[in-house]
């Protein structure tokens, strides 16, 4: 067995020390997709609409936004949207699906869910 590893080849140099960083938001966008996404929040739209149009995280677009002076907006769930975020988690609707059909980040249903007394399915991953 020893010989057999002392005969494999050697293995490819990692580029541990190398200039190698990830790619930042601002040299990936052009100037333009910024200003469309600036002009986007600032025209009504969700972030998470924007997230899934741009394919960005929700932390880029919102670092994007404050980077440009744009006012975020607070915008909590009304009575009328919690109690359907209720009755869809109730009848079965993952809280992502539910999030995703109200148009609100998934912690935010979490919390009002969890506020109502709502009992709190277990998480599942693939």
């Not at 490819?12 to 990936?28: E, F, Y």
């Not at 975020?85 to 609100?104: D, M, P």
């Amino acid at each position: 067995m020893i010989a057999q590893v002392d005969a494999a080849p050697p293995r490819r140099t990692s580029n541990a020390g190398g200039d190698v960083r990830p790619r930042r938001l601002d040299r990936r966008l052009s100037d333009t997709t910024i200003a469309s996404i600036v002009q986007g929040y600032r025209g009504g739209a969700s972030t998470n609409r924007l997230c899934e149009q741009y394919g960005l995280s929700k932390g880029g677009l919102l670092k994007i936004l404050r980077e440009h002076g744009v006012e975020m907006r607070y915008q909590p769930m009304t009575e009328d949207e919690i109690d359907w975020a209720v009755e869809l988690y109730i009848e079965g609707q993952s809280l992502n699906t539910v999030a995703r059909q109200l148009g609100k980040a998934k912690g935010s249903v979490r919390k009002a869910l969890m506020a109502e007394g709502v009992e709190m399915r277990p998480g599942t991953r693939p």
